[in-house]
């Protein structure tokens, strides 16, 4: 489903003596569908930026990436915003990728509202709402409630819901427990793995904890300065050596 | 004796909805050289507690109980009384070190106006104490790294100038709330070795939620939950042999544990509920349990729980 060949990232500073910093530097690797693909490094070696460059967030300096047959890079911006839903991302804080002036109901609400899923009636959508706080473990009542108010285990949740009422096929998990509990942190992996088996979702899953990558995904990559080091089904012993 | 005696301790604010009962009824004691990790979710009112002790809490909260440090009741000494021992005999690391510091000081600076408040130093040699102590917390280049603001840092080194603050006047007790929070895996191993080493022979009271950080760190571990202690003893005992089903459950959601999850969320602390405060999601709750409240009781020696199972 995903094919990535030799995709760099540099950025550069200074005008006359030109530094570079090679964020990501030379990265091939495949994700089949409906696998999880763990990526595990140490903060700084340049797995965000992969991730973000998956989704053609930001530009890369040179290389490939493949998205179900589609060259991401080629696309022009009309075809990318078209394929866009295809694809999503959940951040490392919840908090700040939810708008703190909007209702959480507002916010799951969205993407029915830009004609995402086609035109529906507001009724529909009302409904459609229900069942998805149902499906991530909310209340009724949370509808109604301003991100702030919420836990942020509760608003990863809220996170969820928002990225399924999408619908996409491929989601980049960005450290999405980094800002929570041990224990809470336990209950959003779980939901995520359900979640993706109930909806069939292929996933990069980022993360510099080599335990939960080891029990989210098919595959392990180890990153290291920029570099994909190892890549492996999951053998714990091999990614403890080269981490 | 206990450096630290705390009995009957509750702290509580008042909100819109009603008290907030963030600490209620809490006996905890320290002894000389003694470390303790206090370890529970979110919310559970661990902050709190190590806030209470130094008393750096807003001016409507009520705090009720006693808490001894050194035969000295912190809870009746006056403000100039308090300014002299926060610091200097009892240090606070602060959790979130990039809220925690002042952005426009230089961290020199930031670390040699404690030096120079308790120990009377003049400006330069508070200075140089305070890159001393920079390279104590193992800050490459400290005499240059002194110049830096804390946005020039990442969060490793801005964690240890934290430390390296709390240290500065030496202090006997220290309490570290969230030392580790948001560090990664080797930045996290070198933070939690460098506390070792810089405080031992001192007493030490680390607020965590990450039990492997307070099992290699710690000698005895207490469990909080929803504003009580559940469970209290060494740390080889919490980790290997937890009687308190919350403890259990809160070891079984270690991904090195089977990321196995609590099912449901952690109660108000305005209205907590009736009876034990954890049975709605205790796996072992019988009817008596949503109606006696447990009290913590000592099982064998040195292992304390609250828990009917164990009545």
């Given at each position: 489903m995903i094919e990535v060949s030799d995709l760099k990232k540099y950025y550069s500073n200074g005008l006359i003596k030109k530094q570079y910093t090679r964020a990501v530097d030379g990265v091939s690797f495949h994700i089949e569908k409906g696998e999880t693909l763990?990526?595990?490094?140490?903060?700084?070696?340049?797995?965000?930026?992969?991730?973000?460059?998956?989704?053609?967030?930001?530009?890369?300096?040179?290389?490939?990436?493949?998205?179900?047959?589609?060259?991401l890079i080629a696309l022009k911006r009309s075809e990318l915003r078209k394929l866009r839903p295809r694809m999503q991302m959940i951040f490392q804080d919840p908090e700040s990728s939810l708008n703190p002036r909007m209702k959480i109901g507002e916010s799951i609400a969205e993407p029915f509202r830009l004609g995402l899923r086609g035109k529906i009636c507001t009724h529909e959508i009302k409904r459609q709402i229900q069942d998805l706080i149902e499906i991530v473990g909310l209340n009724p009542e949370h509808v109604n409630r301003y991100p702030y108010q919420l836990s942020g285990g509760q608003n990863q949740r809220v996170v969820l819901a928002r990225i399924l009422a999408i619908n996409p096929e491929f989601i980049v998990a960005d450290e999405p427990t980094a800002a929570l509990d041990v224990s809470v942190q336990a209950q959003i992996l779980h939901l995520i793995m359900n979640l993706k088996k109930d909806f069939g979702l292929t996933m990069l899953f980022i993360s510099h904890d080599l335990e939960v990558v080891r029990h989210m995904s098919d595959r392990i990559a180890v990153m290291e300065l920029g570099r994909i080091v190892a890549v492996d089904s999951v053998k714990m012993d091999d990614c403890k050596r080269s981490v | 004796m206990a450096l630290l005696d705390i009995t009957d301790l509750k702290t509580c604010f008042p909100s819109p909805d009603g008290l907030?009962?963030?600490?209620?009824?809490?006996?905890?004691?320290?002894?000389?050289?003694?470390?303790?990790?206090?370890?529970?979710?979110?919310?559970?009112?661990?902050?709190?507690?190590?806030?209470?002790?130094?008393?750096?809490?807003q001016a409507t909260t009520r705090i009720d109980g006693r808490i001894l440090y050194n035969n000295i009741d912190i809870l009746k000494a006056s403000d100039g009384k308090m300014r002299q021992l926060r610091g200097r005999e009892i240090a606070m690391i602060l959790q979130n070190p990039t809220t925690s510091l002042n952005p426009v000081?230089?961290?020199?600076?930031?670390?040699?106006e404690a030096i120079s408040l308790h120990q009377g130093y003049m400006r330069k040699e508070a200075w140089s104490k305070a890159v001393e102590m920079l390279e104590a917390v193992k800050i490459p280049d400290s005499a240059e790294r002194a110049h830096q603001y804390p946005h020039e840092l990442s969060g490793g080194m801005r964690e240890r100038v934290m430390i390296a603050m709390g240290l500065a006047c030496n202090p006997n007790f220290i309490i570290a709330d969230e030392p580790t929070k948001g560090l990664d895996a080797r930045t996290k191993a070198q933070i939690i070795d460098l506390i070792h080493e810089t405080t031992s022979?001192?007493?030490?009271?680390?607020?965590?939620?990450d039990l492997g950080v307070a099992g290699t760190i710690c000698d005895r571990?207490?469990?909080?939950y929803a504003g009580e202690l559940l469970e209290e003893a060494s740390s080889d005992l919490i980790l290997n042999d937890p009687l308190h089903p919350y403890t259990r459950g809160f070891i079984n959601s270690l991904p090195s544990r089977g990321l196995v999850p609590i099912p449901g969320t952690s109660p108000s602390l305005i209205d907590p509920p009736q009876g034990c405060r954890f049975h709605n999601r205790c796996p072992q709750a019988a009817k008596i349990c949503s109606k006696k409240h447990p009290t913590l009781m000592e099982i064998e020696k040195g292992h304390k729980v609250r828990c009917l199972l164990y009545n």
């Open positions: 763990g990526l595990v490094g140490e903060s700084g070696c340049g797995k965000t930026t992969v991730g973000r460059l998956l989704l053609h967030l930001i530009e890369p300096t040179s290389g490939k990436i493949m998205f179900d047959g589609i060259d | 907030v009962k963030a600490v209620d009824t809490v006996d905890l004691h320290i002894d000389k050289g003694e470390r303790l990790g206090l370890i529970g979710e979110t919310g559970c009112g661990k902050t709190v507690l190590g806030l209470s002790i130094v008393r750096l809490l000081l230089k961290i020199g600076d930031q670390i040699a022979k001192k007493a030490l009271l680390i607020i965590t939620h571990i207490a469990v909080m």
